[in-house]
């Protein structure tokens, strides 16, 4: 199914929608307040697919770019600065995929972790495609749902996909009151299925630690007013929070100061489009 997408460029970069064969991919969040943040502010859950950077949780809140006006430099081309780095995202429709080619400069040695926070529009009988036995980290809030106590001063559990710690991860709804955060290591290639409709999201980098992200939220969060939001989220880097990220958990800049990566999201439909 071609995939169409659309970006906000003066709200963060943010990816609006990802279309195809009648279907829209992206969820759109509950949340006002999104064209009134400023770099450092608490993040605004609007849905779509936001760009984290230089972190996902910790500070900044999600990173510094989704709160920060991109500027156009071409058809499809756009960059963000900020003091540390310039980020260069180019978008093309390629055979019927998207495709995202990202260009970071900024000093050698620079540690960052990247991820494109897709939060999608999935029925309760959606599952997540990973390859068995794949590493995966879980989080705290997962804590309560698993047997004994958390490992004292750990900031994960690491267990084997799909069921890390016994923990099944890859079935993606109903909800149950519950909210995840996983990080699948050295797993750059998943897919999303939901009844007849394929989700394929693909990272591409040389010589740097590449991931996926799982945020489960089956109506378990915020505790206040929780709702239902699942983010499948391809990442460099293999932690959350780049304040957790030890040797070999964050992407590095080489000696040459930049970082080039490519994103491509495609879509199938099983049985022909309707």
């Known amino acids: 199914m071609p995939l169409r997408v659309g970006v906000d460029l003066a709200l963060g970069g943010r990816w609006t929608s990802l279309a195809g064969g009648g279907r829209e991919w992206l969820w759109r969040g509950p949340q006002p307040g999104r064209a009134a ?65 990202y260009r970071l400069a900024a000093e050698p040695g620079y540690r960052f972790v990247w991820a494109a926070h897709a939060l999608l529009d999935l029925s309760p009988a959606a599952r997540l495609q990973a390859p068995a036995g794949t590493p995966t980290r879980l989080h705290p809030e997962a804590a309560e749902l698993l047997p004994g106590d958390w490992p004292t001063n750990q900031p994960w559990l690491t267990g084997e996909w799909p069921a890390p710690a016994g923990l099944t991860l890859d079935a993606l709804g109903p909800d149950d009151g519950t ?61 959350f929070d780049l304040a957790d990220a030890g040797p070999g958990d964050a992407a590095v800049v080489p000696p040459a100061g930049e970082v080039t990566w490519r994103l491509t999201v495609s879509a199938h439909r099983r049985g022909g489009p309707r």
């Open 37 to 101: 943040v400023r770099p450092g502010a608490a993040f605004v859950d609007a849905g779509g697919l936001e760009e984290c950077l230089p972190t996902v949780r910790g500070r900044p809140d999600h990173g510094d770019v989704w709160s920060r006006p991109w500027r156009a430099t071409g058809p499809d081309t756009a960059v963000v600065e900020n003091p540390d780095f310039t980020l260069t995202r180019r978008l093309a429709e390629r055979s019927g995929a998207v495709v995202a080619d």
């Open 179 to 239: 909210a995840v955060g996983a990080v699948l290591v050295d797993c750059p290639r998943v897919r999303v299925v939901d009844g007849p409709d394929l989700l394929t999201l693909e990272l591409e980098c040389a010589d740097q630690p590449r991931s996926t992200a799982l945020w489960r939220n089956l109506r378990g969060w915020p505790a206040d007013r929780p709702y239902r939001s699942v983010g499948v989220e391809p990442m460099l880097g293999a932690a």
